[in-house]
């Protein structure tokens, strides 16, 4: 009575597959937990954000506009606009952009709306990093594409090599998945690189669905954007520049909103009328009062930066303890550790029943190509918590692995 997609392909969540892991071990319970597995920002959402969502209460009786209040879809343009340095008037609130019940909503629909029922001769082939966000496979899977995983791992940089994918899987391409900065690694595609595959993806007729939820969390230089990359190489004069592109951005990081449920997608116009499309059938609506706070989120430029000094103390804790194990690097962006333990797994049930601290494994972020998980090797730590929380948990890891 089930679809097998969803109980054949899709195998356990990470995180149920965690805590199954950890359910027999029994923690030290003289130390507090730290949970560490989660991408969940410990910080607090702005508050003037807060107070918006408090003093809304007239539209609560009222189904909100599928397509995003007006305000909203300025907001999002006019701080694409800042972000990557784009022409004033470009970006059309009404067809560059879709508001989205977080980014996780939009990066898993665009599969279904850019996927047809063939192409190529045969089964369409959805590409996406290994490892990847899991809301990738499941729109991969649950759209009728093949999923096609392209390991991201030390030896390229963990950045994917989708121009070594032949001509005749390309033909068969309906979307290809980036994460930049990547999930869990950390990883920034460059100007080039994102061209490249931009280029690559029209030759074929393909989306470039561009997972830019972290571009907001970075420890040097802000990362480049797609719709940047797409603008520099535009051969038509503004009139198109953004086709089969895709990018996807949210509060949930940036302004410590993850309950807030608020993105947003951007790019092709044809696409985004696509997932409005989409969205009037089966997508969910966001309430009013998320509408208007994160418009005023999106226009207020201060807290993204003391967010963003949050992380660079909590990497420079982590540097300071861990700096000469575990191949150690701190990441171009994103909040996460990538460790290399030997086995993710025995880390992890180490940690849990030493430490009483909670980490991910890295091959459960990861699936099996040619026989290897290329991440089983590793641990994803989360440095969502605040500088001192930090150390004492870096301190628990230094001392029992």
């Excluded at 107070?51 to 599928?66: H, L």
């Excluded at 007006?70 to 606009?81: G, Q």
């Excluded at 999930?183 to 993806?201: E, H, S, V, W």
Aim: glycine fraction near 10%; hydrophobic fraction near 40%; aromatic fraction near 10%.
């Amino acid at each position: 009575m089930f679809n097998p997609r969803l109980t054949e392909t899709l195998t356990d969540f990470p995180f149920a597959r965690l805590n199954a892991l950890l359910a027999p071990i029994a923690p030290p319970a003289h130390l507090a937990m730290i949970n560490m597995s989660v991408g969940e920002p410990q910080g607090a959402m702005p508050a003037f954000a807060r107070q918006i969502v408090i003093d809304e209460v007239d539209g609560w009786n009222r189904y909100p506009p599928n397509q995003g209040l007006p305000d909203l879809n300025i907001a999002i343009c006019e701080w694409l606009t800042r972000r990557y340095k784009l022409p004033g008037g470009l970006l059309d609130p009404a067809q560059h952009c879709h508001p989205t019940a977080g980014s996780k909503e939009g990066v898993y629909v665009i599969a279904t709306v850019a996927t047809p029922q063939e192409k190529g001769g045969g089964k369409p082939i959805v590409a996406l990093p290994n490892p990847f966000y899991q809301a990738y496979l499941g729109g991969a899977v649950l759209s009728g594409g093949e999923p096609l995983l392209v390991n991201a791992n030390a030896e390229n940089g963990f950045l994917p090599e989708f121009d070594k994918i032949d001509e005749a899987t390309w033909k068969r391409m309906s979307v290809v998945y980036l994460c930049s900065p990547a999930n869990p690694q950390g990883a920034i595609a460059g100007m080039d690189y994102l061209q490249k595959l931009l280029r690559l993806c029209r030759k074929y007729d393909a989306v470039l669905a561009l997972d830019e939820c972290y571009a907001e969390i970075y420890t040097g230089k802000a990362p480049v954007g797609g719709l940047e990359a797409a603008l520099a190489m535009d051969e038509t004069g503004g009139k198109d520049p953004f086709r089969n592109l895709a990018v996807f951005h949210s509060l949930s990081k940036r302004s410590n909103a993850a309950g807030l449920r608020s993105g947003f997608m951007a790019g092709d116009p044809k696409l985004v009328a696509m997932m409005l499309r989409w969205r009037t059938y089966g997508g969910p609506q966001i309430p009013f009062a998320v509408q208007k706070a994160s418009a005023a989120l999106w226009r207020e430029e201060t807290h993204p930066i003391a967010t963003r000094e949050w992380y660079r103390k909590n990497f420079r804790v982590a540097e300071q303890i861990l700096h000469n194990r575990f191949s150690y690097y701190t990441p171009g962006g994103g909040f996460f550790l990538w460790l290399d333990v030997g086995d993710g797994e025995e880390a992890t049930r180490k940690l849990w029943a030493e430490a009483h601290l909670k980490v991910l494994p890295g091959g459960y972020t990861c699936r099996e190509t040619g026989g290897t998980n290329t991440a089983q090797r590793y641990i994803r730590v989360a440095l969502v918590h605040d500088e001192n929380t930090t150390r004492e948990a870096m301190t628990r890891l230094a001392g029992v692995l």
